[in-house]
């Protein structure tokens, strides 16, 4: 028996009288790939932000590797270095180049040297295909490549789980490819992954399972095939032939064509 | 004839004229630089925090944005001596110009934070970044260069409102002046000097604020051309 690395107990979260999450839970195994689907307004964020603490939830418990994230005697920031988070709207720091936005944290968290810091980055922007844009300002990126700098920035920190919440929402759909390339080669590696995406062949291809969150609780949770072919409830069915419908195929063959 | 007669009296007052250009950089540099330094807290204060403090910081940039300058003074130099605060010339104008620069310099910073969006410090955070790192390294650096503009207008203001301190008669460059006509009874050819020497100082301060602001902008967060009032 694996023990999870990551488990979420009955989170709870409003907003005034919106109930955003109501219980939500779920283990996650090393190396697991997750990927969270669901209409919009249904919570998918929120439970992101609920497990690092962006957003502290109003009741439940998150615990990494063990160790209680929720506790008011861990030190969050500590926890921090050790979540990576990846933004839909990417979240670069403007006045930074891409590698000093990649080693800032490594500097003033980790409290690493400038020079060893700067290798380090520089090789992590290599890793997501950048190592020709270390000098560029955020500004002078495309919306791939800064969210692929991202990424790079969060893995920088050496996180033992990543979430990325919507990644390829704010990108031309042209771009979406090198995202989600750079995110499954990551998924490959073996990294553990929590993704908040409405990318469905993506999903299908590289998920180990799928969680359909609606109305602030776990709908349905299974791997790919039994959410794609025979789910169980009516509402996951209704909600993928939505997505279907919107997206079409064309959702599906963006990482099919990158198929190795 | 008059005419020559009056360059020759102009460049025989200047080195007058000059030693009250240095007291009115003296103030100016003065209060830009301690008004910045209370600036900042006042505007982390007012961003930041709620309750007593706040109000404070809050009550103070209203009364010294809402009120001139010259009833500042004058409170300051007349008025707080019959509490047994008795200040010279100089500190009263420093003290005054400082409060009055602070206000508007708060509200510049408190607006380009404000301008550095959410999600700056929301991914720093998320980097384990603690708040106050998070603030040093992520947002000040964008909220001041979203400042400079707003900033260097007041640089241009600051060297010009000085010449209030006149009326206590603190001996700055326009004090200087008044006492050149009242001694020589000259009033254009000293006016228009002063009005000169000011041009020339703006003209040079304006130019090396546009270089700093050149210096300092980054892609994506230029703010050359733009003159920012929050």
Known sequence: ?260 | MTFVRDLVFMWEILPELLKGLVVTFQLTTLALVTGVILAVPVALVRKYTRGPLNWLATAYVEIFRGTPLLVQLFVVYYGLPELGIVFDRFTAAWAALFLNSAAYQSEYIRGAIGAVSEGQLIAARALGMKPLAAFRWVVMPQALRLALPAWSNEVAYMVKYVSVVYLIGAMELFTRGQIIISRTLKVVPVLLEVAAIYIIVVVAITRVMDYVEHRFSIPGLETSGMRREF
């Open chain 1, 1 to 260: 028996m694996v023990e999870p690395i990551l488990k979420v107990e009955d989170i709870h979260k409003a907003y005034g009288k919106t109930e955003v999450l109501r219980g939500v839970s779920l283990h996650v195994l090393p190396g697991e790939v997750i990927v969270i689907i669901g209409p919009s307004g249904t919570g998918k964020s929120t439970l992101l932000r609920c497990i690092n603490l962006l957003t502290p939830p109003d009741k439940g418990r998150v615990w990494l590797e063990g160790v209680e994230v929720t506790d008011k005697a861990t030190d969050i920031n500590k926890v921090r270095e050790r979540i990576g988070m990846v933004f839909q709207d990417f979240n670069l720091f403007n006045h930074l180049t891409a590698l000093q936005n990649v080693r800032l944290a490594l500097i003033k968290v980790k409290g690493m040297p400038v020079k060893e810091a700067t290798d380090k980055a520089m090789m992590e922007l290599e890793k997501v295909g950048l190592g020709d844009k270390a000098d560029n300002y955020p500004a002078e990126l495309s919306g791939g490549q800064k969210q692929r700098v991202a990424i790079a920035r969060s893995l920088a920190m050496e996180p033992k789980v990543m979430l990325f919440d919507e990644p390829t929402s704010a990108l031309d759909p042209e771009l979406i490819g090198e995202v989600l390339e750079v995110m499954q080669n990551l998924a490959e590696e073996g990294m553990t992954m929590l993704i908040v995406s409405h990318e469905m062949g993506f999903a299908r291809e590289v998920a180990d399972r799928i969680i359909f969150l609606e109305g602030g609780v776990v709908v349905e949770d299974g791997p790919p095939e039994q959410l794609f072919t025979k789910p169980q409830h009516p509402r996951t069915r209704e909600f993928l032939h939505k997505l279907t419908e919107l997206y079409g195929e064309h959702a599906e063959s963006r990482t099919r064509r990158r198929r190795r």
